[in-house]
């Protein structure tokens, strides 16, 4: 049994009704139990019932207190059969049986209207609610695309040493950092609102030391921001770095200095610490 021989049908109402043979019923009870349409149908069926039996009940307590149109209609038919002969009243009175015959069939059609009715308007409030949560979903989430387009990242921290000139620099800022001892080393403090388009980092290594070079190594906090090997001090025994003012970002940072040996064994030579603040 599917979908299409119990709507032409309309097994779900005849089901609801119990007016389904025995076997019918079998059938329609081993779809519907996997069936969640089906289910919903009989759910939606069932309250219009309820429904409907809450007016029926509301209108008949209402015509236990007062004395409707109707039965005064019916206590003067009476009364007027009353006065007429026998062959009048055996007449109207058939004629009034095949009125009331009747009246059910027609009750029963107009309810069954009635019922369509407001279960095609309950799925039409149905889909309006659904059409409501669809578009609020939709504008939900658009706002919060917007919002995340308008959140501001943090600049992303690049760890390729810089290299390249567009133009000749002059008057570069020079900051001789100082070697940090335990907790008693003050970082030097670089204000990139007072730097040109470049500022240079210098370390005092010292003379000799046996090494070959040397490697620096630049952190914020856990994160590796610069790493050079290859660095070799200058005439005034000075590691410098020139970087663009851009590269750095307010905040604490701390450069370690290695010292490679001829075998390319890393020794420790110190770390020096700096604060960088403002905008370039």
């Known amino acids: 049994m599917d979908h299409a021989y119990i709507e032409e049908n309309g097994l779900v109402e005849s089901y609801h009704r119990g007016l389904l043979d025995p076997e019918e019923e079998a059938r329609f009870e081993e779809h519907f139990a996997g069936c969640p349409q089906c289910v919903e149908q009989l759910e939606l069926a069932r309250g219009f019932q309820r429904g409907l039996k809450a007016m029926a009940a509301e209108e008949l307590e209402t015509a236990r207190r007062t004395q409707t149109a109707q039965t005064l209609v019916a206590i003067g038919l009476f009364a007027w059969l009353a006065r007429r002969g026998r062959g009048t009243q055996w ?3 058939l004629a009034a049986l095949l009125v009331a015959a009747a009246l059910p069939m027609l ?25 409501s949560r669809r578009e609020l979903a939709s504008r939900l989430a658009a706002s919060e695309a917007r919002l995340a387009q308008a959140k501001p990242t943090a600049p992303a921290v690049s760890t390729a040493p810089p290299h390249g000139l567009a133009a000749p620099l002059t008057n570069t800022p020079v900051f001789l950092l100082a070697l940090l001892r335990g907790d008693d080393g003050k970082p030097a403090a670089i204000d990139l609102g007072r730097t040109s388009d470049a500022l240079a980092l210098a ?3 010292g003379p000799g030391g046996g090494f070959s070079s040397y490697r620096a190594t630049i952190r914020r906090g856990s994160d590796t921001v610069f790493s050079r090997a290859g660095l070799r001090p200058n005439a005034l025994e000075a590691l410098m770095i020139t970087f663009p003012a851009s590269f750095f970002t307010p905040g604490d940072y701390r450069l370690k ?8 064994a890393a020794s420790a030579v110190g770390e020096y610490g700096f604060r960088v603040s403002g905008k370039p």
Not at 257 to 264: H, L, P, R
């Open 91 to 93: 007449g109207l009175a």
């Open 203 to 205: 370390v005092d290594v």
């Open 257 to 264: 200095i290695e010292g490679i040996g001829a075998g390319g």
């Open 107 to 131: 009750w029963m059609s107009g309810g069954a209207r009635q019922q369509a009715a407001e279960r095609r308007a309950l799925e039409a409030r149905v889909a309006a609610g659904e059409q």
